[in-house]
């Protein structure tokens, strides 16, 4: 089955980090460009981090800049997401995005939960 799953959402206190993996079972990995997004409740989806094919580049939200880290590794077709010093406000669900092109779609994780407590 064609899919992404992310892990490695908790419960954390303010201050504290995390490491999220997406795994990808898709084809053609090494070629798209991989993102994680958050959702807030009552918040839009947005962008936190992006990772080019192609060793990069790579492209951060402002609000995450120098706290969090994107990386790959297409030999294992993976994706991760390191969280440091981590605030109330990164409080959300965290989905791992692939992109398609016009030959293959794209794919999202079903999410996973990060919590931040004061």
């Known amino acids: 089955q064609e899919q992404l799953v992310e892990t490695g959402g908790g419960l954390v206190q303010a201050g504290g980090s995390l490491r999220l993996s997406c795994e990808a079972s898709?084809?053609?990995?090494?070629?798209?460009?991989m993102s994680w997004y958050r959702q807030s409740i009552g918040k839009e989806r947005e962008l936190v981090a992006t990772?080019?094919?192609?060793?990069?580049?790579?492209h951060y939200a402002d609000s995450v800049k120098g706290r969090f880290t994107i990386s790959r590794d297409d030999s294992k077709s993976a994706v991760y997401l390191d969280l440091k010093n981590l605030k109330p406000d990164d409080t959300g669900v965290y989905y791992c995005k692939a992109e398609g092109s016009a030959y293959y779609p794209t794919y999202w994780g079903q999410g996973t939960q990060v919590t931040v407590s004061a």
């Open positions: 990772f080019q094919a192609g060793g990069g580049p790579v």
């Open positions: 898709i084809p053609k990995f090494s070629w798209r460009t």
